[in-house]
């Protein structure tokens, strides 16, 4: 393990993390039904609506607008009476018109408990390179009160100086919509990334406000464009998001996770104020919503402890959807140890703190073994004191100063990794007399 | 008697003319000159006869008539056929604030779409004659032709990206670029009725313009004056010429995308 781990010890530990696959080590198997189609449930819901960026430009489906529309009326009706407090739709206008994206819009609200004024977080992934004023004005006529931006792969690899200008133009501009919130996606760990252009952009987005940044590697969020083969090695890697990282949190901005960067006005760092804040596979929210329902090609799910993925390939998620079948091409239920594990690395990546005493009493776990061993561990392989990644305090609560928030994803890749060794070495005894006491 | 015959085919030609009007209450979509713009424009030619078979066309609206009120129950969409309608809401402090300006060939009341009641009044700025598209039978009809259904979410989409833009202009932009943006608007949809685009009369008071976009009238006048000092465009009360379409659409849109 020690090899790639050292590699991706400074790392993104949001979005996706931790995989389904990851907390139960195994390919994922068939579909099955999800938790929520079980009971009654009005808890708020998050919906993520994937319009795949691969397929620019190489034609998407004409009916692909038709087969969304149809997997959104397909929903089983104990969805659809949930409140949707989170929407994301990634990539809007990738192959879609504005009277698709009207008419789609029509169709979520005529199935979907979609909510009015600013009680929602609503959001569009817009290329900024790419977004006319007509579709911002769209987006933000139809309900849409967040953006994230994002910039094309080749403006971030090799004509980072060009980006800066633009940028402002386009930022300043679209500061005239009145969105809640801006955001940018931003993607580092390109080879042609030098890091006096990083450090010049990331001025450029202090400068300009953005209440919210993501950073995102460029291996894991753009493997599939010819530019990624061209990424930094880890060394490099580890640079760059040391570097702004730093930049971010010294120029005011909290982190969640530690590649979520919000300005402290921001209602999501309100919300880790008032350790209200939730997260799903799709992001941080603060509006209350823990589970997510994934729509469009490759979109991914997660309803309870059911995570499920759509079919990938546009062309074949149409054709299932044309043919009233499920796009879901796989699901997995997390068992016990799993759930518990996704608890406490939630309560790391929202609060970067964990109260051991409330977990251990609220889910009967022995928790303070499997924190010790994994940070003992993790230390090792870095070669540094497990007192510098993290601080407890009285055995009840565990802190995690800047330099622990910075190794957040080695912590949890250590954590769910000493939770499985130790699942695994006691698989022939009883694994829930370790961890639960019954 | 060759003489004759020409007056007879000018005089065909005119009536052949004037029963394609627009203007023509009996002038069905298949015959519109607007259709081109208008809903028919998504239809294929066999589909348009089952698109006039829903419509209803009236008598024309007089200057001043409503054509529905704000939460009256939304029943039916209205396609301009003659004339202006323009769009108002009263303010919570019981103001008239006009929220658009609608020319042939353009669909009012979308505004009732999601709740079921219109949210805006409608009224007839001058002699204007619309017809009448019940919005649930166009809802049925969506289902047999998917083009009139796609047709219909683009005008929607529209109306929606216009509305913002409205309040966008509104919120930020400077009485030049508030005054600018409206003409260019006007401009650009008289192009897409085939109608010059430099050379209009402006259907609306300027009253109402002030309203629309939030500037008192005296401040229209004058900015109109002003464009006119800088060569922009000519002003002869209602009728409008611009003369340097270019300069007029950059002081519109000064720092867009």
Not at chain 1, 221 to 250: G, V
Not at chain 2, 3 to 28: G, I, Y
Request: aromatic fraction near 6%.
């Amino acid at each position: 393990m020690s090899a790639a781990f050292e590699s991706h010890a400074t790392r993104a530990a949001s979005g996706s993390y931790p995989s389904p696959a990851l907390l139960n080590q195994s390919p994922w198997p068939t579909p099955r039904a999800a938790d929520s189609d079980r009971s009654l449930n009005i808890a708020p819901l998050a919906i993520c609506i994937n319009i795949p960026l691969q397929a620019r430009g190489a034609e998407l489906p004409p009916a692909l607008a038709g087969a969304l529309g149809r997997e959104i009326a397909s929903q089983p009706h104990n969805l659809r009476q949930r409140p949707v407090s989170q929407l994301m739709w990634r990539n809007p206008f990738n192959d879609f018109g504005l009277g698709d994206l009207t008419a789609t819009m029509h169709q979520l609200g005529s199935h979907f408990r979609l909510l009015p004024g600013d009680s929602h977080e609503y959001c569009a992934e817009v290329d900024i390179f790419q977004t006319t004023e007509e579709q911002v004005a769209l987006l933000k006529g139809l309900g849409f009160n967040q953006l994230l931006v994002t910039l094309p792969p080749a403006a971030l690899s090799s004509k980072l100086d060009d980006v800066a200008p633009v940028l402002t133009q386009r930022i300043r501009a679209l500061r005239d919509y009145g969105f809640a919130s801006i955001g940018i996606k931003l993607v580092y760990g390109f080879h042609a990334q030098k890091p006096h252009q990083l450090r010049h952009l990331i001025d450029t987005i202090i400068h300009l406000q953005f209440e919210r940044v993501y950073l995102c590697d460029a291996l894991e969020d753009y493997h599939w464009d010819p530019l990624a083969t061209a990424c930094a090695n880890s060394s490099e890697l580890q640079d760059h998001f040391t570097l702004l990282f730093n930049a971010l949190r010294n120029n005011g901005y909290r982190v969640l996770g530690n590649d979520c960067f919000v300005l402290p006005k921001d209602q999501l760092a309100v919300a880790q104020r008032h350790y209200r804040l939730r997260r799903t596979l799709l992001n941080y929210n603060a509006s209350n919503a823990a589970d997510l329902l994934g729509l469009g090609p490759g979109a991914y799910g997660q309803l309870g402890r059911t995570y499920q993925r759509n079919e990938p390939d546009p062309q074949t998620y149409c054709h299932k959807v044309g043919n009233g079948e499920s796009p879901v091409i796989g699901s997995y239920s997390l068992d016990e140890q799993g759930q518990l594990l996704r608890l406490v690395i939630d309560q790391l990546l929202c609060y970067h703190r964990l109260d051991i005493t409330y977990m251990e009493s609220r889910y009967k776990l022995h928790l303070m073994p499997l924190l010790r061993q994994s940070i003992r561990r993790l230390a090792s392989e870095l070669s540094s004191g497990s007192h510098a990644l993290v601080q407890f305090k009285d055995r009840a609560c565990m802190h995690l100063p800047p330099i622990g928030i910075l190794h957040l994803r080695a912590i949890c890749d250590a954590l769910v990794m000493e939770g499985l060794l130790d699942q695994h070495k006691t698989t022939s005894t009883d694994t829930s007399e370790r961890y639960t006491k019954q | 008697m060759p003489q004759l015959k020409e007056t007879a085919r000018v005089t065909m030609d005119k009536f052949a003319s004037d029963t394609r009007c627009h203007t023509n209450p009996q002038v069905s979509c298949g015959n519109c000159r607007l259709n081109s713009i208008c809903l028919p424009i998504s239809l294929h030619i066999d589909d348009i006869d089952k698109l006039d078979d829903i419509i209803q066309r009236s008598r024309p609206l007089q200057k001043g008539d409503y054509l529905y009120r704000a939460n009256d129950e939304f029943v039916s969409v209205f396609a301009v056929r003659s004339g202006t309608v323009k769009a108002i809401n009263i303010t919570n402090d019981g103001q008239e604030q006009v929220t658009g300006f609608y020319l042939p060939g353009e669909i009012v009341g979308m505004d009732g779409l999601a709740t079921n009641r219109h949210t805006n009044s409608a009224i007839a700025l001058e002699t204007t004659a619309v017809c009448e598209i019940p919005f649930t039978r166009l809802e049925e009809l969506s289902i047999k032709i998917p083009s009139l259904q796609r047709h219909f979410f683009q005008l929607m989409s529209k109306e929606i990206t216009s509305d913002q833009q409205l309040i966008t202009l509104l919120s930020k932009n400077s009485a030049e670029e508030r005054v600018a943006a409206l003409l260019v608007s006007i401009s650009s949809r008289n192009q897409r009725r085939q109608l010059s685009s430099t050379a209009f009369r402006l259907p609306m008071s300027r009253a109402d313009i002030g309203n629309y976009l939030g500037l008192t009238v005296e401040t229209v006048s004058r900015v109109l004056s002003r464009f006119q000092k800088q060569g922009v465009l000519t002003v002869d009360k209602k009728e409008i010429e611009i003369v340097e379409l270019g300069k007029l659409q950059a002081v519109a849109n000064p720092i867009g995308f």
